[in-house]
């Protein structure tokens, strides 16, 4: 059940200081979204990245804080065609972390990392084989690696440019990749622009929230039927909110009322920024709070404390147009709005926040195709 609150409109405000932006790699084109991982160990978060236009999958080691402004050690640990999205997940469970490539070239490709970590940046060293399951179904977008059925190693979820949302279960032996056994859990995909394993009724399982953009638009969530056979059928569709294009989405207490919030930009024309405010723990009761945007095609979102002031601020990135940082003033639905811009151009995408230069506070971090490519921009809190 949906119940509103009125539009609330956004006052702009000058930057109060500069956030300095620092790419890690710009060498090519069309860098398409960041994922994390520490992969080595040293407490601090790795970035893998797929590179569209390049048509490969890149792998960032972070230098550590000092160097954290420099381009960072890197690795291309294989050819992807159109790729929009690389992850980690340590598939075979070997302790040497992988990373799984989805493109609109109808493939998922899963990328062995080295067991040596000595190797790691050795580009020979990775061995790169497509999923038969996943091969010449849809375009793929996203792929999630997770644990679903308690059995074997990482499972993977993927959607894509088609309507199918997809359970790739794993095998015992995961190079063994013929044993990958495809369910399709549900036909309300379309172009998914986020897909995130959060258990959203508080059952202890993951269930999945997407953020569609056409073809069965809108935010829902696919409840994970927990039976490890009902699990391989279609699992229930949670719709939130109307069912208008969307663009990534995250799942976060926003307002620290005990419940989870998830908070949805709108693509296309709409200049909109959608706030459920959930209303009680099993994801079906929500209030819809629209805060409107200065710009259209709405995409990247976040949720953070950035000023270290006790209260999350909302970073979205509007397409073509610029990152911007949401603040309030301690009550999300009926308080005082403003919207702070922090850069301007570029073809953004994801939005990610993450203490890079290990400082205290958080920065942002996401790629622009067009010209910083992978990049961080630093907090000036710190």
């Not at 091969?135 to 792929?143: A, D, E, L, N």
């Not at 997809?166 to 309300?188: K, Y």
């Not at 200049?271 to 709070?289: N, P, S, T, V, Y």
């Not at 205290?360 to 990049?375: A, P, S, Y």
């Amino acid at each position: 059940m949906i119940s509103r609150f009125p539009l609330i409109f956004l006052v702009a405000v000058a930057m109060a200081e500069e956030w300095q932006a620092h790419s890690i790699d710009r060498e090519g084109r069309g860098a398409d979204g960041v994922r994390f991982a520490d992969v080595n160990g040293d407490g601090l978060w790795d970035v893998a990245s797929g590179w569209e236009e390049a048509g490969e999958s890149r792998v960032y080691l972070h230098p550590g804080a000092e160097q954290a402004a420099k381009p960072w050690p890197k690795v291309v640990v294989g050819r992807t065609g159109p790729v929009e999205d690389a992850v980690f997940g340590d598939l075979d469970g070997d302790g040497a972390v992988d990373v799984v490539s989805a493109s609109e070239n109808k493939r998922l490709y899963i990328h062995w990392a080295p067991r040596s970590g000595d190797a790691y940046l050795d580009a020979a060293a990775w061995t790169t084989e497509a999923l038969p399951a996943a091969t010449g179904r849809q375009r793929w977008m996203f792929s999630i690696p997770v644990q679903l059925d308690g059995r074997h190693g990482l499972d993977l979820v993927a959607a894509g440019k088609g309507s199918a949302v997809v359970w790739f279960e794993a095998p015992a032996d995961a190079r063994r990749l013929a044993g990958w056994t495809r369910h399709e859990i549900s036909d309300q995909g379309g172009w998914t622009m986020g897909l995130e394993a959060v258990d959203m009724d508080g059952d202890g399982d993951k269930d999945l929230l997407l953020g569609i953009r056409d073809q069965h638009p809108g935010v829902k969530w696919l409840e994970n039927p927990g039976d490890s056979q009902a699990r391989r059928q279609a699992w229930s569709v949670h719709p939130i909110g109307e069912p208008e294009s969307t663009g990534f989405v995250t799942a976060v207490d926003l307002d620290k009322d005990g419940f989870l919030d998830v908070i949805a930009p709108r693509m296309g024309k709409a200049r909109k920024l959608c706030i459920f405010r959930g209303r009680d723990r099993r994801g079906r009761e929500w209030e819809a709070i629209e805060i409107e945007l200065p710009n259209p095609r709405n995409k990247g979102i976040a949720a953070g404390d950035l000023d270290l002031d006790g209260r999350m601020e909302v970073v979205v990135s509007h397409e073509f147009a610029a990152i911007s940082i949401l603040r309030h003033d301690g009550e999300i639905a009926e308080g005082h709005w403003t919207i702070e811009t922090i850069a301007r151009g570029g073809k953004f995408d994801d939005v990610s926040l993450y203490d890079v230069d290990q400082d205290g506070d958080l920065d942002i971090f996401t790629t622009d195709e067009r010209g910083l490519q992978v990049v961080w921009f630093e907090n000036p809190s710190g």
